[in-house]
């Protein structure tokens, strides 16, 4: 972890993550601003997927391309909000030559299997189901903090642990290469989450 | 507190207000093992007490706090809808995912419950059902809120520690 601090150092300042958490819940966004600070990241949260691409400077207005500011190492976005979608959200930062890169997690109190392939399609690295776990955003946090610190590029390998899943594996290679459906292994969500029994 | 002959030495004093404060905290405790046996509140609530600490001793009771605020605006807005005519299923069910959406954040399950109910009668376009299932959801929302203020009450007395444990 050493290295990847020294790495991230560099980069984010003080070796924390910087995420933008995007939920039109007041609630929901107390509740993340909280887990996201437990995982020691620095956090910024919006209302919105307009607001969310403001802030990154993506709102079309071109003399905010190319500014000195804003620097994020993860997007964390609810999927249903009023307006722009977290899809949609999703679909824009992933156009976008200049933010593709950063990972994009959608997080849903919906268990549709539709919705999370075509986000997992879409590029999104992660489905969580909502209520968010703390255990759950530890798990996103430390993968992204071991992708980012392999020489500032994506790895193609991780290793497994039972948290991980061949889904999160398919969302990596999907940013290099096309997603083969057919090849694909059920998504993460499934694993983690089955055992609930608030799922409806 | 108890008020008796003994509060004469401060050792003793000490001793008592000790023995309060550990009363007090198998009051929290008892009292959360009920609301969870009632069914009111799921491992979200749970999960919402871990995050607390020293620096953040009352973050669960400042999140439920938030959800009262909040979701007051949205059943007003339920009910509103549910006085036109024809039912706009559509935008009630859109109204109560939000709702459902909070209340899951916060563990309440039984109101979580009668919103899941709402919905399948959205679906089935139930106007009868809607009503009945939003009338229902309001009678759990307020129950459980007056459970939760003596809750949040007991637990301030009882002091931060030990309010995150899990009940059997």
Redesign the interface.
């Known amino acids: 972890m050493a290295a990847a601090g020294n790495l991230l150092s560099t980069e984010m300042g003080a070796g924390k993550l910087h995420v933008l958490a995007v939920d039109?819940?007041?609630?929901?966004r107390?509740?993340i601003e909280?887990?996201l600070k437990?995982s020691s990241c620095k956090v910024t949260v919006v209302e919105s997927g307009s607001r969310a691409l403001q802030y990154l400077g993506l709102d079309g207005d071109k003399s905010s391309i190319g500014f000195d500011g804003v620097k994020v190492n993860l997007i964390m976005t609810d999927y249903?909000m009023p307006g722009m979608t977290g899809y949609e959200l999703l679909k824009r930062i992933k156009e976008s030559s200049v933010f593709r890169e950063i990972p994009v997690v959608v997080m849903s109190?919906e268990n549709i299997l539709t919705r999370i392939d075509s986000c997992l399609e879409e590029g999104a690295e992660e489905f969580l189901l909502?209520?968010v776990?703390?255990s759950d955003v530890k798990r996103v946090t430390d993968f992204i903090m071991r992708g980012e610190g392999k020489n500032g590029t994506r790895s193609l390998k991780r290793s497994r642990s039972d948290d991980c899943t061949p889904s999160l594996t398919a969302a990596f290679t999907s940013v290099s290469h096309p997603r083969d459906l057919s090849s694909s292994p059920p998504p993460s969500i499934f694993h983690s989450k089955k055992s609930r029994s608030?799922i409806? | 507190m108890h008020s008796n002959s003994f509060h004469c030495s401060l050792s003793l004093s000490l001793y008592s207000s000790t023995m309060d404060r550990a009363h007090s905290r198998r009051h929290v405790a008892s009292m959360k093992q009920s609301l969870f046996d009632q069914g009111y509140l799921?491992?979200?609530f749970i999960?919402?007490e871990?995050?607390q600490d020293e620096a953040?001793p009352n973050?669960v009771e400042?999140?439920v706090t938030?959800?009262y605020r909040?979701s007051s605006r949205l059943i007003s807005n339920l009910e509103n809808t549910l006085e036109r005519k024809p039912l706009d299923f559509n935008k009630l069910d859109t109204i109560m995912?939000?709702f459902?959406?909070?209340s899951?954040?916060?563990?309440a399950k039984k109101v979580?419950a009668e919103c899941?109910l709402f919905r399948e009668y959205c679906s089935a376009g139930n106007a009868e059902g809607c009503r009945r299932s939003f009338q229902q959801m309001k009678k759990e929302y307020a129950a459980l809120r007056k459970k939760l203020e003596t809750y949040f009450h007991l637990a301030r007395q009882a002091g931060p520690l030990e309010t995150a444990f899990r009940p059997k």
């Open positions: 039109d819940s007041h609630v929901d107390k509740v909280r887990l437990i249903s109190s909502k209520p776990k703390l608030s409806d | 799921d491992e979200q999960q919402l871990e995050l953040n973050f400042e999140i938030l959800y909040d995912h939000q459902k959406g909070s899951s954040s916060i563990g979580k899941t």
